[in-house]
């Protein structure tokens, strides 16, 4: 298997990054829910946020590192047989899914420092508050990231329908290219 992408399909690193991130979404979407239920006396009521908080952190370098990644390896051109409308469709997918990830990290990051305190990540090293103190800025900043985190599942999940319809109705290589498989 090639690690960097080719015309004609994902390369390893590509793959890698793609099932990393849409395992952590859910990952961190599961446990979000979860920890709403919580209570004071809970023994995960507070290392629950901080494993959440943490895991959203190293997702934010991932991501970066994955759109790093796209301008040393761009993705593979568009299927030949992907009309201009599939075509238009799959680029707007793919940006709301990259802007809402980063929206929804930017609004982890903005109710964990709304006291000024730093985020830090598993011990290994702490994020500054650069911004904080701003009026209601915990509850805005989780309301928007709950309303982000439900429509990014729901846009996640969209995506997912639509390769299962590329790969069992279209009956062409979208699928199998994400999945790592040769299209010739």
């Known amino acids: 298997m090639q690690w960097r992408n080719s015309p004609l399909r994902f390369g390893l690193v590509s793959i ?67 009309g201009r409308l599939t075509r238009l469709g799959s680029r707007a997918g793919h940006a709301l899914l990259y802007l809402g990830l980063f929206a929804l990290m930017i609004s982890g990051y903005l109710i964990s420092t709304a006291d000024g305190r730093p985020i830090p990540v598993f011990g290994w090293f702490e994020v500054p508050a650069l911004l904080s103190g701003l009026p209601n800025q915990e509850d805005l900043a989780g309301e928007v990231h709950e309303l982000l985190a439900w429509a990014l599942v729901g846009l996640a999940v969209v995506h997912a329908l639509a390769a299962l319809k590329h790969h069992f109705i279209d009956r062409d290589a979208t699928l199998a290219r994400m999945l790592g498989r040769d299209i010739r």
Not at 20 to 26: H, K, P, R
Not at 56 to 80: E, K
């Open 16 to 82: 890698l990054l793609h099932w990393a991130v849409a395992l952590t979404v859910f990952g961190l979407f599961g446990l979000g829910l979860w920890m709403g239920g919580l209570d004071y006396y809970s023994p995960w009521y507070r290392s629950a946020p901080d494993i959440h908080k943490s895991v959203g952190i190293l997702l934010f370098l991932v991501m970066l590192l994955r759109l790093a990644w796209r301008l040393v390896s761009p993705p593979p051109a568009a299927l030949p047989s992907h």
